[in-house]
């Protein structure tokens, strides 16, 4: 008995030895993760400003590239001005319209593409006011003059504005000069809609 009374005190000893080892390594792993804890803070702490610079950097490019993909035109810059898919405005104004009733926008806008567009349906738009510009062709190079009055923009607010090509029926050139009467024009938005 006496031998089973030390080898029970020697199993008690064992488990405190081994409930202190285990207590030892929580408090390690506690003031382990407690560290990275604190790392992972002061990374955030020196993240919070570069990411307020991101986020301004990323502001300044959503305005510069929206007047990108839209191009936004300066009403008031004389010379050529990308509109996109191959048109450019010039000669551009900008004047009141009659009676004070908003402004007049006119100007001219060329066909730098190779191919002659025809039924031309431009979108001008200034702030939420917008107006379409129809032109009836436009061949290769050719500078065509529009106006356009948009009734709800002061004049102090035509100084920019998004200018877009919304659609056009494109004629591609022949090899013969006569023009066949059973064809008609390559149009993709026919295309884009189910008809051929």
């Known amino acids: 008995m006496k ?7 020697f199993l008690m000893l064992l488990a405190m030895f081994a409930a202190a080892a285990a207590g030892g390594y929580a408090v390690y792993l506690e003031r382990q993760d407690r560290a990275e804890i604190d790392k992972l803070r002061a990374e955030v702490a020196g993240f919070d400003p570069r990411f307020e610079k991101f986020k301004g950097a990323v502001g300044d490019l959503t305005k510069g590239f929206t007047s990108l993909v839209m191009e936004e035109a300066d009403l008031t810059r004389a010379g050529w001005q990308p509109i996109g898919k ?5 000669d551009v104004n900008v004047d009141r ?3 004070d009733k908003g402004v007049r926008v006119h100007g001219k806008i060329i066909n730098a593409t190779a191919v002659l567009h025809e039924a031309l349906v431009f979108k001008l738009r200034i702030g ?8 009836a062709r436009a061949a290769p190079g050719a500078a ?17 504005a998004f200018i877009e090509l919304e659609s056009s029926t494109i004629s591609f050139a022949a090899t013969t ?3 066949s009467s059973g064809r008609e024009a390559f149009d993709p938005d026919k295309i884009l809609r189910g008809g051929n």
Not at 86 to 90: I, K
Request: aromatic fraction near 14%.
């Open 128 to 135: 939420k006011s917008a107006t379409t510009i129809n032109l």
């Open 177 to 179: 000069t006569g023009r």
């Open 3 to 9: 031998a089973l009374k030390q080898f029970f005190w």
């Open 97 to 99: 319209a009659p009676q």
């Open 144 to 160: 065509l003059p529009f106006e356009v009055t948009l009734p709800d923009v002061a004049a102090a607010d035509a100084k920019r």
């Open 86 to 90: 191959g048109f450019y405005l010039v």
